[in-house]
């Protein structure tokens, strides 16, 4: 069995494992770094880190269209229910559930969760996708914070970095991550969409390697890690 993790973009990743299909944050209209569309990608679920447009994005269209399950916190969830989508799932920081593609735990996150039409959108959360072939934690949007060593508790295979800076950590924060997550592989996200958050992924790239015991996987839109 193989996991295959594809990034879309921005912090829109594609992950299929067990079968199914998840969409985590599916920002792709307004995107300039997405090469998909909303009405073009398939999904079994959809996984939200929190309220953003950035983040949130098409969950709403594609859900419709897919029939896809929901999960987010509480008030993104009641929030969704308000824009008529019934598939959905509830969950807050801490919590964990097992569906039929794995197992989804919520973290801390430190960042907002405003809506698009700004109401409250909870507080911003960390995933952690249990599957088969291993453990794949998302960070979403956050600051750097000494809890990640918990988090590292979860033997993690991947972790998923943002290194844009401005918005969320930068590159030397997400260096120290990697030291207290412990996993196998990092990817970065959150970079390079726009000018305000480019980022030199080689230059990231070898400071993972000196100063930390995990591998760096830099994707480009559309191509993908396979987890085995």
């Known amino acids: 069995m193989t996991t295959k993790i594809t990034w879309l973009g921005h912090s829109a990743f594609q992950v299929e ?57 509480f008030e993104i969830v009641t929030w969704l229910q308000g824009q008529g989508l019934e598939n959905v799932h509830a969950m807050h920081i801490g919590g964990s559930h097992a569906f039929d593609f794995g197992t989804v735990k919520l973290t801390i996150a430190h960042h907002g969760s ?24 998302f960070a979403g949007d956050t600051a750097l914070f000494s809890d990640m060593q918990l988090i590292g508790d979860e033997d993690l295979e991947v972790a998923v970095l943002p290194i844009g800076d401005n918005f969320t950590m930068g590159p030397d924060d997400s260096v120290k991550a990697t030291n207290f997550l412990s996993p196998r592989i990092v990817i970065p996200q959150h970079y390079n969409t726009w000018p305000l958050i480019n980022q030199d992924t080689a230059a990231w790239e070898t400071n993972i390697n000196l100063q930390t015991s995990a591998t760096p996987v830099v994707l480009q839109v559309g191509e993908h890690f396979d987890l085995s």
């Open 114 to 137: 405003a809506l698009p039409d700004n109401s409250y959108g909870g507080n911003p959360a960390g995933i952690i996708l249990k599957t088969a072939d291993g453990n794949i934690y």
């Open 17 to 73: 494992t067990a079968g199914k299909t998840i969409l985590l944050d599916p920002f792709f209209t307004g995107n300039p770094a997405a090469t998909v569309s909303a009405d073009s990608v398939a999904a079994d679920a959809i996984l939200i880190t929190h309220g953003h447009g950035d983040h949130i994005g098409d969950t709403v269209d594609i859900a419709k269209r897919t029939g896809a399950l929901v999960v987010a916190n």
